[in-house]
């Protein structure tokens, strides 16, 4: 996960591949919940990992389930519908950060606990959760008897659960269903607690999100309560309804998710498709049909029962006027799917946009402006129109995931217009919450014009703190690292282990150009043995600069330097990075401190190791080191023209960082 304050995304071209969704984010809570509410273990495989599900885990937990990790599986032991009696006696806190499928249905659940065995809970969220409305659903249990009290603002979290109070359930429950279709998720999820006689639901106003109610029916008969329906307008739950745990429930891929990477088949699936795998034909949610909306756009797709595979068909993409009540969430999506298209496009009934993670008829409407698109929205539509001249912007995402996830899309402008734009996407770890490692998912399967991601490169002499400096912009920037050192000192141990004269160019440069050599974890391994510790020898140091004063050997690796420069972008630390090997990179800077600094730094960090170390000899080899890096013929160390000049004899390495980041922060266009 991307846990920076912004991610900028490079021009895009095309995209190919497969991916593998993360759990479905509506299934993970609900089957979490009735888990957590049954007898016996519940054994769920391929749950979600997300903040939304984290919260649920943390209040069934306190809720007192036994929840244990068990390699995939998750294995929870349910309540069997009765708090024990430390939580009868002093109730519970639960924070349920910014998660509505956590918050509406534990608000249901434990208001009927609290009112049939007496407790009291309290309910909350971050500031954004109690702005979210869940009147309607507060209503509907006062009106069962439930003792309930807004902490805040009628209406909305934080709530005060208490009990036990009388419950009249010999009358049907009457919820709104148009707000928002979790507050009769949430009944249907907690009345069979109460079900010694049937319990009518029935529905007040015309039932949004259909799709969701049939999940949750779905999963109830799974954990063995059968519900009867009417239409969409009355729900019965029969008289003796228990949560029975099924033993093993799998967690299908997460439907609205896989809305993204459609769409990138889509627009970018020029050659080849995008496999998304995970949702399919048989899939429970309702954002599957997500894909039929795609192809109204123009896009081509199959589909087996858990794979569906996109590439673009009609290009550009079909204007569409479409009624987006079935697919609320995977909507989003073709908000930006829009500026793709061949002329406005109105997205209909979307009026539940409005109380999610944020306002997000405003958010998107705001945002797409931002990128140069003309944009109408009414209360409960959003109208866009094609763009084609694109502008660079910074997209803020209100903290919402699915805003960063759209507009990871914009970056694939170069599609439609010749002067292709960035897009920075500010917060991009807010993908967390249901979708945490979304953005290394889409790197994986879309491509860029090399020339087009940027690189960053540090150039200098020998402990000047490039390795340092590179490590910690990379970090800021969610960059790539490039230590090309690493790869002079691997070659010269390579010939060393081989017994080939380090004076021998074309040997050593033959051994350079074949090197099996891995990064994992931070860990160099070559020919499978561990040499990370042995890199960073000082002896270990001098076989590099030795190697590498060879035009051979420098040409044997510059290949695979130029393979490292990969999305999002890369910072490359070296001697002629600058130079030779990314010469067209936007911002180079040359590295500098005294001798004498880098000479005690180094002391220093070999003295940190524990490995010992002389001060003179240190400066000495330090001193031959630079002379000959300097004096070779082949690509010596120096200042390429239009490098930035950093001597940081007298900064920290906070300062340093800082001015770097200024400077390339001073190129872009946001
Ligand atoms: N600006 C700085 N101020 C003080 N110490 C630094 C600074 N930059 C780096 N160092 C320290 O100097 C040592 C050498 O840095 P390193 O990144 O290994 O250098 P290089 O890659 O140039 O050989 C490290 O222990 C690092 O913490
Ligand atoms: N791009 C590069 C990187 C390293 N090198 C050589 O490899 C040696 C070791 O590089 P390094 O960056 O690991 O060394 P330190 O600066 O960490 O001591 C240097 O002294 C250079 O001679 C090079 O020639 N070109």
């Not at 294995?75 to 009868?88: E, T, W, Y």
């Amino acid at each position: 996960m991307y846990k920076i304050p912004f991610l900028d995304l490079p021009p895009l071209q095309a995209a190919a591949g497969t991916v593998r969704l993360p759990g479905s984010k509506s299934i993970s809570n609900r089957v979490l919940l009735l888990a957590g509410l049954a007898e016996g273990e519940t054994l769920i495989q391929d749950l979600l990992a997300s903040d939304d599900t984290a919260v649920m885990l943390e209040a069934l937990r306190q809720l007192g389930c036994d929840v244990r990790q068990d390699g995939p599986v998750l294995r929870v032991r349910g309540i069997g519908a009765q708090l024990n009696d430390g939580v009868r006696a002093a109730g519970l806190k639960l924070f349920l950060g910014n998660a509505g499928t956590a918050m509406r249905p534990l608000a249901a659940a434990l208001a009927l606990l609290a009112a049939t065995q007496g407790a009291t809970f309290e309910l909350s969220g971050v500031p954004r959760m109690h702005e979210r409305p869940i009147g309607d659903l507060v209503d509907a249990l006062r009106e069962l008897g439930c003792e309930i009290t807004c902490l805040g603002q009628e209406g909305f979290p934080p709530l005060r659960l208490g009990g036990p109070t009388p419950l009249t359930l010999n009358a049907p429950v009457r919820v709104r269903g148009d707000v928002s279709s979790q507050f009769l998720t949430a009944l249907l999820l907690a009345l069979p607690l109460v079900s010694a006689e049937d319990v009518v639901i029935e529905v007040v106003g015309e039932l949004i999100s259909k799709p969701y109610i049939h999940i949750t029916l779905e999963l109830l008969k799974r954990f063995g309560i059968e519900v009867r329906r009417d239409g969409w307008e009355r729900f019965t739950i029969p008289a003796g309804s228990r949560y029975r745990s099924p033993g093993e429930v799998h967690v299908e891929g997460d439907a609205s998710s896989a809305s993204y990477f459609v769409a990138l088949g889509a627009l970018a699936g020029i050659e080849a498709p995008v496999r998304i795998e995970g949702v399919g034909t048989a899939s429970l949610q309702g954002d599957v049909r997500f894909v039929e909306a795609a192809a109204l756009m123009g896009a081509t797709v199959s589909q087996g029962p858990n794979w569906v595979e996109v590439r673009r068909g009609a290009w550009p993409l079909k204007a569409l006027d479409l009624d987006c009540n079935h697919i609320p969430d995977a909507a989003m999506t073709l908000a930006v799917m829009a500026l793709y298209a061949d002329g406005p496009s109105t997205l209909r009934n979307i009026a539940s946009w409005r109380v999610k993670e944020t306002d997000r008829i405003a958010a998107m409407a705001t945002e797409l402006q931002k990128l140069g698109a003309t944009v109408e929205e009414g209360p409960d539509w959003l109208r866009v129109n094609p763009l084609h001249d694109w502008k660079p912007a910074s997209i803020h995402t209100y903290d919402d995931h699915r805003v960063a996830m759209c507009f990871s899309l914009a970056a694939l402008n170069p599609l439609v217009t010749d002067r292709p734009v960035r897009v920075r996407i500010e917060d991009p770890a807010c993908v967390a919450k249901t979708f945490p490692d979304y953005f290394e998912t889409l790197f994986e399967v879309v491509r860029a014009r090399r020339a087009d991601i940027p690189v960053i490169t540090i150039d200098g002499p020998t402990a000047s703190g490039k390795g340092t400096l590179a490590d910690e912009v990379a970090h800021a920037l969610g960059y790539i690292v490039l230590d090309s050192g690493a790869l002079y000192r691997t070659a010269g141990l390579a010939a060393f282990h081989a017994g080939v004269s380090l004076d021998d160019g074309p040997a050593v440069a033959q051994i350079a150009a074949t090197l099996d050599l891995h990064f994992r974890k931070g860990r160099a391994i070559l020919q499978g043995e561990d040499i990370t510790d042995l890199l960073r020898e000082e002896a270990t140091g001098l076989m590099a600069s030795q190697v590498a004063a060879h035009p051979e050997v420098r040409q044997a690796l510059h290949q695979l330097q130029l393979d490292f420069r990969r999305l999002p972008g890369l910072v490359a630390d070296g001697r002629d990075m600058g130079t030779a090997v990314f010469p067209d990179a936007p911002l180079k800077v040359f590295l500098t401190a005294s001798a004498q600094t880098r000479a005690e730094r180094r002391y220093k960090q070999l003295i940190d190791k524990g490995i010992s170390a002389n001060m003179e000899s240190l400066r000495s080899d330090l001193e031959a080191r630079d002379a000959r890096d300097k004096g070779r013929a082949a690509s010596p160390l120096k200042p390429a023209q239009d490098a930035q000049l950093l001597d940081n004899s007298g900064q920290t390495i906070e300062e340093s960082k800082a001015l770097v980041l200024e400077w390339w922060q001073s190129r872009q266009p946001f």
